[in-house]
T-cell receptor
Framework: AQSVTQPDIHITVSEGASLELRCNYSYGATPYLFWYVQSPGQGLQLLLKYFSGDTLVQGIKGFEAEFKRSQSSFNLRKPSVHWSDAAEYFCAVGRAGGTSYGKLTFGQGTILTVHP | NAGVMQNPRHLVRRRGQEARLRCSPMKGHSHVYWYRQLPEEGLKFMVYLQKENIIDESGMPKERFSAEFPKEGPSILRIQQVVRGDSAAYFC?????????????????FGSGTRLTVV
C-alpha cells in the first residue's frame, strides 16, 4: 500500500528566508507526486506535480520540488518565503493505471508559519 | 469556467439526521472523488465515481455512507444517522476522462469543501 510521510508537523520561518518542506513516500512503482496548499477554511490548491522526466519540477507561486527516487523523497522548496505563504501544505502520491487510478494518498500536512 | 462547486459550504446536523453533500465537477470532467479531512489530519480518500458508476469505494465506511454520481446532476455524498465523529470537512475533486496510463492532465481540481458539524 502506498503511504506518505511529512515528518514536520509545524515549521516556522522568517519572511525572506528559504524554505524546505519534507515529504517521503512509500510506493512499489513509479509514483505520481503532488504538493497542495490549503489556507484555513479553504480547499486545496495544486502547487506542482511530478509524473516523469525532469526530476526538478517548477510550480506556481515560486515553488519547486525535487523527486529523488533513491531517497523516496519529494521535498518542496522556495528560495524566499512571503508572509502570504503561511498555510498548510500537503504532499500526496497517486498511482498510474488500474481501478485506483486517480486515488491519492495524502500526508498529514505541514503547517507553515511565517514571521515578519 | 467554474471550478468544482460544492454545497453547502457549511452544514450543521443533529445526531441521527441525514447529511447530503453535493459536488458539481468542472465542465467536461467525468470523474469525481470524495475525500474526508478530520480535524488535525490530512485528507483521506473515500470514493471514486464516474457517471453512474462507483469505481473504487475502498475508503467508505461500511455503514451509513453512500455516494452516487447520476447521469444528470451533481455527485451526492450521503451520510445517514450522523454521529459526532462524522464532523469533518468533506472535499470533492474532479478530473477529466483519462485513459489508463500516464497523462499530463492527471491531477485534481478540488472544491472548497463542505464543513459538516454534528451537534
Amino acid at each position: 500500500a502506498q503511504s506518505v510521510t511529512q515528518p514536520d508537523i509545524h515549521i516556522t520561518v522568517s519572511e525572506g528566508a528559504s524554505l524546505e518542506l519534507r515529504c517521503n513516500y512509500s510506493y512499489g512503482a513509479t509514483p505520481y507526486l503532488f504538493w497542495y496548499v490549503q489556507s484555513p477554511g479553504q480547499g486545496l490548491q495544486l502547487l506542482l506535480k511530478y509524473f516523469s522526466g525532469d526530476t526538478l519540477v517548477q510550480g506556481i507561486k515560486g515553488f519547486e520540488a525535487e523527486f529523488k527516487r533513491s531517497q523516496s523523497s519529494f521535498n518542496l522548496r522556495k528560495p524566499s518565503v512571503h508572509w502570504s505563504d503561511a498555510a498548510e501544505y500537503f504532499c500526496a502520491v497517486g498511482r498510474a493505471g488500474g481501478t485506483s487510478y486517480g486515488k491519492l494518498t495524502f500526508g498529514q500536512g505541514t503547517i507553515l508559519t511565517v514571521h515578519p | 469556467n467554474a471550478g468544482v462547486m460544492q454545497n453547502p459550504r457549511h452544514l450543521v446536523r443533529r445526531r441521527g439526521q441525514e447529511a447530503r453533500l453535493r459536488c458539481s465537477p468542472m465542465k467536461g470532467h467525468s470523474h469525481v472523488y470524495w475525500y474526508r479531512q478530520l480535524p488535525e489530519e490530512g485528507l483521506k480518500f473515500m470514493v471514486y465515481l464516474q457517471k453512474e458508476n462507483i469505481i473504487d469505494e475502498s475508503g467508505m465506511p461500511k455503514e451509513r455512507f453512500s455516494a452516487e454520481f447520476p447521469k444528470e446532476g451533481p455527485s451526492i455524498l450521503r451520510i445517514q444517522q450522523v454521529v459526532r465523529g462524522d464532523s469533518a470537512a468533506y472535499f470533492c475533486a474532479s478530473s477529466p476522462s483519462i485513459a489508463q496510463g500516464a497523462s499530463r492532465d492527471y491531477g485534481y481540481t478540488f472544491g472548497s469543501g463542505t464543513r459538516l458539524t454534528v451537534v
